[in-house]
């Protein structure tokens, strides 16, 4: 079994920036990519980015390209998205998720792909 921990929400101005960590444990962490999803309330969970964990390769929402940086340490198996230029509406729960197994990357944006899910952190953004 997987863990995944995420940290670093807050409450920032619009315009500000943020940087989340997902920490994996558990068992040998070999996932194939590390994915952030958000949520805000009464709006379904929506697709943020997807990291490939071997290479580092990323895709991104439209909504966050050139604001959002994924990122990731290898050594220590954990993820990172770094948020800046923020609006009122990045205001979620943000969410990591990791994939066990190779998937084509148009997959990547349905939550149902992933395999463990971190527990959440609040995002809010005052403008």
């Known amino acids: 079994q997987v863990q995944l921990v995420e940290s670093g929400g807050g409450l920032v101005q619009a315009g500000g920036s943020l940087r989340l960590s997902c920490a994996a444990s558990?068992?040998?962490?070999?996932?194939?990519?590390m994915g952030w999803f958000r949520q805000a309330p009464g709006k379904e969970r929506e697709f943020v980015g997807t990291?490939?964990?071997?290479?580092?390769?990323?895709i991104y929402a439209s909504s966050v390209k050139g604001r959002f940086t994924m990122s990731r340490d290898m050594a220590k198996n954990t993820a990172y998205l770094e948020m800046n230029s923020l609006k009122a509406e990045d205001t979620a729960v943000y969410y990591c998720?990791?994939?066990?197994?190779?998937?084509?990357?148009?997959?990547?944006?349905?939550?149902?792909?992933?395999?463990?899910w971190g527990q959440g952190t609040q995002v809010t953004v005052s403008s």
């Open positions: 998720a990791a994939i066990s197994s190779e998937v084509a990357s148009f997959w990547f944006v349905r939550p149902q792909v992933y395999d463990y």
């Open positions: 558990g068992r040998t962490f070999n996932s194939y990519a």
């Open positions: 990291i490939i964990w071997s290479g580092g390769t990323t």
